[in-house]
């Protein structure tokens, strides 16, 4: 890995005290004279890196290296909005005793993620008929009853009362047609059990029958993919000058711990390549005039940090492939237009074409 000060200027966004400076990029053909940026897919390839940090069983951090700012956002745009996953769409309410009115109910259902694999899943439009290949069917059947059993002097309502809060636990699937085949190694549950959708007491019920369909988030928050979706630069810090050891640890203050080292015995200030990350930029050494001709703030305008939690349909390494094929299937989608609109016969001449490009 390359020491901090060996960055191409080129790609760092300058933070100043006041100010940002050089936020645009100028990697393209005749911003530098005699010097020829024109995009080449080997050039790319070479610079193009991706790197996870971190793996859980519910979120991801990744290094995704090379890339324009917009091709980044494009990513993060589509986790989002566009990645498709399963939820509850329509709710067919039978008997609701509870306080929670029907609407409200059916909202707080909508909003319960599942373990349902989309991949298995059709997308069903608006004037299709519910199949078992593009429905999932849930009955929530709760009834709250005193308990006969009740220790003597509890005030508990867990123990007072059976079934006095109705749980995401209590969405029950009910298989039809192959659909006890198609997800017999993983049957449709919520991701979370523990979810309180209503709380009753004796005598209220509810009683529904729920619709689970295929959609995405840019139709309704409950379709998406991810909890959250975000990325920021990489930190750069260039220390210009050597820190004075008197002023070491007040330096070292300045940053997140872990961001700047200091040798116990001489004092030597460096910062630390693996944990210069973690820093969050609060430009908190600029408020020092002692230090402000020593250090250098800056962010790598194509190094971002991508944090991202996974709702629970798909596993959190999934989630960015899953991102790149819909990207891929809208370049397939608009090459394919522009295709036709060129061999049409009313498109301009292919001179005029290539005159304009």
């Not at 991102?323 to 001449?349: C, F, G, N, V, W």
Request: net charge negative; charged share 25%; with cysteine.
């Amino acid at each position: 890995m390359p020491s901090r000060n060996a960055v191409d200027p080129r790609r760092l966004v300058g933070v100043h005290a006041e100010r940002i400076t050089h936020i645009s990029s100028t990697d393209y053909p005749g911003h530098y004279p005699d010097e020829d940026n024109s995009w080449n897919l080997e050039k790319f390839q070479e610079n193009l890196q991706l790197k996870v940090q971190r793996l859980s069983q519910r979120s991801i951090e990744f290094d995704l290296v090379g890339v324009d700012a917009s091709i980044a956002n494009a990513f993060r745009r589509i986790l989002m909005a566009e990645v498709p996953t399963v939820a509850i769409e329509h709710v067919y309410v039978w008997d609701n005793t509870s306080v929670i009115q029907d609407e409200v109910l059916a909202h707080r259902i909508g909003l319960v993620p599942f373990n349902i694999d989309p991949a298995l899943v059709d997308m069903r439009d608006a004037v299709s008929q519910a199949t078992d290949r593009n429905t999932i069917v849930f009955k929530l059947q709760v009834l709250c009853e005193r308990n006969k059993n009740v220790p003597k002097g509890s005030k508990n309502p867990a123990e007072l009362f059976i079934n006095h809060e109705v749980l995401s636990s209590h969405l029950v699937w009910e298989p039809a047609g192959e659909q006890a085949v198609v997800f017999a190694a993983n049957p449709p549950a919520p991701t979370n059990p523990n979810i309180v959708l209503a709380k009753l007491r004796p005598g209220q019920a509810v009683d529904m029958e729920l619709h689970a369909v295929k959609g995405v988030g840019k139709d309704h928050a409950k379709f998406s993919a991810v909890a959250t979706a975000s990325y920021r630069l990489l930190p750069h810090i260039n220390i210009k000058k050597p820190i004075p050891p008197e002023l070491a640890e007040k330096f070292q203050n300045c940053f997140v711990p872990g961001v700047i080292n200091v040798d116990p015995y001489t004092k030597e200030v460096t910062v630390d390549e693996h944990n210069v990350r973690k820093d969050t930029v609060t430009r908190e050494v600029l408020r020092h005039p002692e230090f402000s001709d020593m250090v250098e703030l800056s962010r790598i305008r194509d190094h971002f940090l991508f944090n991202i939690e996974s709702e629970g349909a798909y596993a959190p390494e999934r989630l960015l492939p899953e991102a790149i094929q819909i990207m891929r299937d809208k370049l397939a989608t608009l090459k394919k237009a522009a295709e036709a609109l060129l061999h049409s016969d009313d498109a301009p001449a292919e001179e005029d074409v290539q005159m304009a490009d």
